[in-house]
């Protein structure tokens, strides 16, 4: 009989290669390669005191890399790490070149043309969630963690890395096997009519469930804010001193300031991290009715960007007072809530008859860390997270939450009826699943491609 011919590179997965540092000069470049043939093609192209494949796991090698005619391309400090210790689970090795774009070029090159591809966006950290090293909260994390831009985002982004999200959904979700466990028992038994989980301990038990799913739902406004920051918009009537305020925020002169009314034209964008909290300020002409083209396109402006706001701080002149056909223009399209009132330029005025929120000068900075105060407390609410309490920033989260209260409002509303077990086990096991969906206990293609191609290659 013949011999059954199996190509065991067909078996095998892929040996995968990308710069890990940004492309550019700089002091030194990191390539990172990983798979099976990671040594194999190291070793084709390395030359140092021991074989690649031959090195211990995390260890560092210095050699020279040569290009296939047998000249020097660079010397290099190659590390290695063995599967299943290493980023990806796989073999893998990182190579530390000079920091020249023209070198890394040459190596990537080579590689190529051995057992080597191109990584697609994020495949690195996507091989470490399939091989079981991170779930996928976690992997989510390691691009909020590349994208974080101040402390708080960069706390919270480390928080769901640790894993403190998935502790927390791994727990409910096993409250849940086990009841539905027992209901689809009972089901087995239905002849029987035998009774393993009574009706007001099921009951207790979804309630407590609800009840950690809501406190889970209720972090998210503040996981949201940590994570991408907090719209700021500044509006009011014409000179009462909103490009003022901005450029004193920001400690720079950024927007044109004068006494001639209708100075904004265009919205101004600009971020500022107020202790450790990312805020995105928007500067906006003052909404007045005008025959000018270009304002009148500009109050348009002003009014879409209160509407996209997280806190709209509403600013007057002293001199003037509140503007309350103004204010109750801004009640029409946003929420009262998120709207704070503030009176500027009261270095103007000595005796304020005029009640705001918030009395400042843009001028001498008089009130500005009672503003500062307000503006945190507006964007995260009062409510303190410790450090280990898990905390919901991504919409994905966010919303296979939400479907598992549902379900388990369901299962619910078939114990008031005194429906049939199956339907409650059905309820259960879909709660479950939607908490799966969050960790990637259950996955499709889709949504997998939709996370890792956020990643940047080499990730
Ligand atoms: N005394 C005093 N003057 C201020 C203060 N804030 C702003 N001004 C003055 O008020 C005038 C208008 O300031 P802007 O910051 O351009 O006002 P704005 O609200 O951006 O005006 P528009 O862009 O036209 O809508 C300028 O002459 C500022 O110098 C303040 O706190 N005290
Ligand atoms: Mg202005």
């Known amino acids: 009989?013949?011999?059954?011919?199996?190509?065991?590179?067909?078996?095998?997965?892929?040996?995968?290669?990308?710069l890990a540092t940004p492309s550019g000069i700089g002091a030194i470049s990191v390539i990172r390669i990983s798979g099976p043939d990671s040594f194999d093609v190291a070793d084709s192209i390395f030359k140092g005191k021991i074989k690649i494949a031959d090195s211990l796991s995390h260890t560092i090698h210095y050699g020279n890399i040569f290009d296939n005619s047998g000249s020097l391309i660079d010397d290099v400090l190659i590390s290695?790490?063995?599967?299943?210790?290493s980023y990806t689970g796989e073999d893998s090795i990182e190579i530390s070149t000079h920091g020249s774009p023209f070198i890394v070029k040459k190596i990537i090159e080579l590689l190529l043309e051995k057992n080597v591809r191109m990584a697609e966006p994020g495949e690195f950290t996507k091989r470490a969630f399939l091989n079981g090293r991170i779930d996928l909260t976690q992997a989510e994390a390691v691009i909020d963690i590349i994208n974080s831009r101040t402390e708080a985002s960069l706390r919270g982004a480390r928080n769901q890395l640790d894993g403190l999200l998935s502790a927390k959904v791994n727990d409910l979700r096993s409250l849940l096997i086990n009841s539905s466990?027992?209901?689809?028992?009972?089901?087995?038994?239905?002849?029987?009519?035998?009774?393993?989980i009574g009706h007001d301990e099921l009951l207790g038990r979804i309630d407590k469930i609800i009840f950690e799913l809501d406190a889970l739902l209720s972090t998210y406004s503040f996981g949201r804010i940590v994570r991408d920051g907090v719209n700021v918009a500044l509006?009011?009537?014409?000179?009462?001193?909103?490009?003022?305020?901005?450029?004193?925020?920001?400690?720079?002169?950024?927007?044109?300031?004068?006494?001639?009314?209708?100075?904004?034209?265009?919205?101004?964008?600009?971020?500022?991290s107020i202790d450790g909290i990312l805020f995105r300020l928007f500067d906006t002409a003052g909404i007045?009715?005008?025959?000018?083209?270009?304002?009148?396109?500009?109050?348009?402006?002003?009014?879409?960007?209160?509407?996209?706001?997280?806190?709209?701080?509403?600013?007057?002149?002293?001199?003037?007072?509140?503007d309350g056909d103004l204010l109750e223009e801004l009640f029409l399209i946003?929420?009262?809530?998120?709207?704070?009132?503030?009176?500027?330029?009261?270095?103007?005025?000595?005796?304020?008859d005029v009640k705001a929120n918030i009395e400042v000068?843009?001028?001498?900075?008089?009130?500005?860390?009672?503003?500062f105060k307000k503006l945190k407390m507006a964007a995260l609410g009062t409510t303190n997270y410790s450090e280990k309490s898990a905390i919901v920033s991504n919409l994905r989260h966010y919303n296979c939450l939400k479907k598992a209260?549902?379900?388990?409002?369901?299962?619910?509303?078939?114990?008031?009826?005194?429906?049939?077990?199956?339907?409650?086990?059905?309820?259960?096991?879909?709660?479950?699943g939607n908490l799966g969906e969050i960790i990637g206990a259950i996955t499709s293609d889709d949504i997998l491609n939709n996370i890792f191609t956020k990643f940047c290659i080499g990730k």
């Open 1 to 18: 009989m013949d011999a059954i011919n199996i190509d065991v590179n067909l078996l095998k997965e892929d040996t995968i290669i990308a």
């Open 80 to 85: 290695v790490f063995r599967t299943p210790n």
């Open 181 to 196: 466990s027992y209901v689809e028992l009972e089901l087995d038994f239905a002849e029987e009519d035998i009774e393993l």
């Open 235 to 272: 509006v009011g009537k014409p000179n009462v001193g909103k490009s003022s305020l901005l450029n004193y925020i920001l400690k720079e002169s950024r927007a044109i300031v004068s006494h001639i009314p209708g100075t904004t034209r265009d919205v101004i964008r600009e971020e500022v």
């Open 288 to 322: 007045r009715i005008s025959n000018d083209e270009i304002e009148k396109e500009g109050v348009l402006r002003s009014r879409a960007v209160v509407k996209d706001a997280d806190v709209v701080l509403f600013i007057n002149d002293v001199e003037q007072g509140i």
């Open 334 to 352: 946003t929420d009262k809530e998120k709207i704070v009132t503030v009176i500027n330029k009261i270095d103007l005025k000595t005796n304020l």
């Open 361 to 371: 000068s843009a001028k001498t900075g008089e009130g500005m860390d009672i503003l």
């Open 405 to 432: 209260k549902a379900s388990l409002q369901n299962a619910k509303n078939s114990l008031f009826n005194k429906f049939s077990g199956e339907f409650i086990a059905v309820d259960l096991r879909n709660a479950e």
